[in-house]
């Protein structure tokens, strides 16, 4: 297993990291985050034809460039650093891995060219009013009426869902899960916006009554493929939360180095040493198991749910511990809502959330070593 970046790597992420800094610089992004749409098409259209990040693990007979997770978690990273209003998550980590672990070579036809070129916006809606991130938690229910499959219920917490074209939602089906494809203006599809903690990812209550939709591959117990997009969401957004710790630490590194008091930097004082310290520990620390498991999910080594569990675990806890010492050694303008502290505070704790928190994990471990 690899652990360090090849040269196209690094040239992959120096880039993202000049694109986002020009395209997602704070200003921007608080102009996107308060907007109707929450993100810039422009921008996001520019994602796939100039740099083509949308396609980047997606195989090249659909219209990608046939690389791997590996690449995926470089440009999650850089998006996390610059708190990046665009679905990119959605789109690519969770909705493109639905379509291409389902096995359905028609969807995966119909959709993934759609995807890699940025004409289309996807997310896969799971939760629903239950909170659970397991197969019981799932009520919403599909129904065959003549040649149609139709979908009642409700989801929550729909990462994008407001701007998808498409949506990914599993359904129950007898006694199984399934995933079903619903496109955007399907024909009893309601969305409605829902508050975020976070307003630079927008998240949606997506209603279904008597949706027509498309099954993808067939209807029956297809736990393990929506599992496994799942371990790959949390993989990536341990990516993420890894890039925004890199961030909030070298705010504090700039401010303590800036900032005087009695005549000197504030990071002369023991106290501030101490505090950026055990940052950098924590950036580290999470760095490197977010790596580890972006390396799993390409290589395909070992349980691929251990090394979710330990990343979405280490990171969220971490991400929210920089965020949280990020406000505080800034002092009182680390409070104002002029200062970006507190978004990237917003994001560490969003994200903590969001496919478990670390108690969820550690109990998915545990429940691995009683095995």
């Not at 652990?3 to 992004?29: G, M, N, T, W």
């Not at 799932?138 to 003549?146: D, L, N, Q, W």
């Amino acid at each position: 297993m690899r652990f360090s970046f090849s040269e196209e790597q690094d040239a992959l992420r120096e880039a993202v990291r000049s694109f986002f800094e020009r395209k997602s610089a704070h200003d921007e992004v608080r102009r996107l985050m308060m907007s109707e749409s929450g993100y810039d098409e422009g921008v996001w259209r520019q994602m796939a034809t100039g740099l083509g990040l949308q396609g980047l693990a997606i195989p090249e007979e659909f219209g990608g460039a046939g690389a791997t997770f590996a690449e995926v978690a470089v440009v999650l990273e850089e998006a996390g650093r610059s708190l990046l209003c665009a679905p990119y998550f959605a789109t690519v980590v969770l909705a493109a891995n639905a379509l291409a672990l389902s096995g359905d070579r028609a969807a995966q036809e119909r959709w993934l060219p759609r995807i890699a070129s940025g004409e289309l916006v996807a997310t896969v809606a799971h939760l629903d009013d239950s909170g659970q991130w397991n197969p019981a938690g799932i009520a919403v229910t599909a129904s065959r009426s003549g040649d149609e499959w139709l979908l009642n219920g409700t989801k929550r917490f729909v990462v994008d869902g407001l701007a998808a074209d498409l949506i990914v939602v599993a359904a129950r089906v007898g006694d199984g899960i399934s995933l079903f494809a619903v496109e955007g203006g399907a024909s009893g599809l309601e969305r409605a916006a829902q508050d975020p903690m976070d307003l630079t990812r927008r998240l949606a209550i997506v209603s279904l009554a008597d949706v027509p939709a498309v099954p993808l591959g067939t209807p029956g117990d297809q736990w393990g493929i929506l599992e496994r997009v799942l371990q790959l969401g949390a993989i990536g957004l341990a990516a993420e939360q890894a890039g925004g710790a890199q961030y909030a630490l070298e705010m504090v590194v700039r401010y303590a180095k800036e900032r005087e008091q009695f005549g000197k930097p504030i990071g002369a004082f023991q106290a501030v040493k101490h505090k950026a310290a055990e940052m950098l520990l924590d950036v580290e620390s999470a760095r490197s198991i977010a790596y580890y498991a972006a390396a799993c999910a390409t290589a395909g080594d070992g349980d691929l749910q251990v090394a979710a569990s330990l990343a979405k675990s280490f990171c969220s806890e971490a991400y929210f511990r920089t965020a949280a010492s990020c406000i505080q050694l800034h002092g009182g303008i680390g409070f104002t809502w002029e200062h970006p502290a507190h978004l990237y505070f917003r994001r560490a704790k969003s994200s903590e959330i969001y496919l478990g928190d670390g108690n969820y994990h550690r109990d998915v471990l545990a429940s691995r070593l009683d095995a």
